[in-house]
Every structure is written in structure tokens, then in C-alpha cells.
């Protein structure tokens, strides 16, 4: 079973960019599609954005669209998150999820196979 190693979170000023990444310990990688979602401090876990296994297909949370892009590197086991124009509506916990079953079911966010343990965003104002 693959396992998820989150990095790249912090303290970031409004405006500002910051880039996650998320290592997969499985050599099998590319069998998975991957998601992000994220959790602020007394709300539900919301969707983020998702890539399929070979990174020809994203989609977005309307609430993200133009500010983060999701990539992936197969090469590396790795996925990342890039946030731009970063805001304080986006503190939260961000996870990393992947899901062999595909894209489809990483949007739907419901019993995904596999978690990673979050890392901590906070964009200050």
C-alpha cells in the first residue's frame, strides 16, 4: 500500500506563494490518482483540487480555480500543490489522498484508499 509524506506548509503573508509536496513511498505511483483537500479550524474537510495518474487531467474547487495548480512528477513519486495569491480564507490543514480507482473518485472525496498526515497552512492578513 502506498504511503503519503506531506511538506511545504507554514506561515505565509496574504498575497504571497507557497508549494506543498507530497512523496509517495510506493514504486507504484503512477497507478494513482492523487487529490488534495484541506480542513479549517471548525469546518468540514472540503475538496481542493485532484490529478489523474498520468497528469493530463485536473480539476478544481471553484474556490482555488486560478490560484493553485496540482502536478505531478511520476519520476519522483511525488504530487505537489501550488498556491499563488495565497488569502486567510486558505488557513487550513492541507491532506494529501490517493485513490487507484481514479480522478472521479478522488472529487468525490468519500473513502478514498489512502491519507497522508496534513501540514499546517497559515496565510496571515
Known amino acids: 500500500q502506498v504511503q503519503l509524506v506531506e511538506s511545504g506548509g507554514g506561515l505565509v503573508q496574504a498575497g504571497g506563494s507557497l508549494r506543498l509536496s507530497c512523496a509517495a513511498s510506493a514504486r507504484s505511483f503512477s497507478r494513482y490518482a492523487m487529490g488534495w483537500f484541506r480542513q479549517a479550524p471548525g469546518k468540514e474537510r472540503e475538496f481542493v483540487g485532484t490529478i489523474n495518474w498520468s497528469g493530463m487531467i485536473t480539476y478544481y474547487a471553484d474556490s482555488v480555480k486560478g490560484r493553485f495548480t496540482i502536478s505531478r512528477d511520476n519520476a519522483k513519486n511525488t504530487v505537489y500543490l501550488q498556491m499563488n495569491s495565497l488569502k486567510p480564507e486558505d488557513t487550513a490543514v492541507y491532506y494529501c489522498?490517493?485513490?487507484?480507482?481514479?480522478?472521479?473518485?478522488?472529487?468525490?472525496?468519500?473513502?478514498?484508499?489512502?491519507w497522508g498526515q496534513g501540514t499546517p497552512v497559515t496565510v496571515s492578513s
Open positions: 489522498a490517493a485513490d487507484s480507482r481514479g480522478y472521479r473518485t478522488v472529487v468525490a472525496g468519500r473513502s478514498l484508499e489512502v
